[in-house]
Nanobody, 110 residues
Framework: QVQLAESGGGLVQAGGSLRLSCVAS??????????INWYRQPPGKQRELVAT????GSVIYEMDRFRISRDNVKNAVYLQMNSLKPADTGVYYC?????WGQGTQVTVSS
């Protein structure tokens, strides 16, 4: 079993940046063999895909202004978010197959 733990969220002004981290524990070998996604869920809206990175570290998808990376030595995936807007507010989740972290709150003030 794999557990995912997100961190790095917080309150930031519009135009600012944040770097989110997702650290895997448990069966890390399974985690290293799979693509990892970042999703977000804005208030009152459905969860949406933000970025995906392959097991080998290739970027499969990124939203504009966001950059995903991974460090398999640290069992971590990162989401660098730049030029943040109030519309980026939401809970950000790390995902691997059917496994989800608890999420980290990002709030962008205008």
């Amino acid at each position: 079993q794999v557990q995912l733990a997100e961190s790095g969220g917080g309150l930031v002004q519009a135009g600012g940046s944040l770097r989110l981290s997702c650290v895997a524990s448990g069966n890390i070998f399974f985690a290293r063999l799979n693509d990892i996604n970042w999703y977000r869920q804005p208030p009152g809206k459905q969860r949406e895909l933000v970025a995906t990175i392959s097991a080998g570290g290739s970027v499969i998808y990124e939203m504009d202004r966001f950059r995903i990376s991974r460090d398999n030595v640290k069992n971590a995936v990162y989401l660098q978010m730049n030029s943040l807007k109030p519309a980026d507010t939401g809970v950000y989740y790390c995902n691997l197959t059917s496994i989800w972290g608890q999420g980290t709150q990002v709030t962008v003030s205008s």
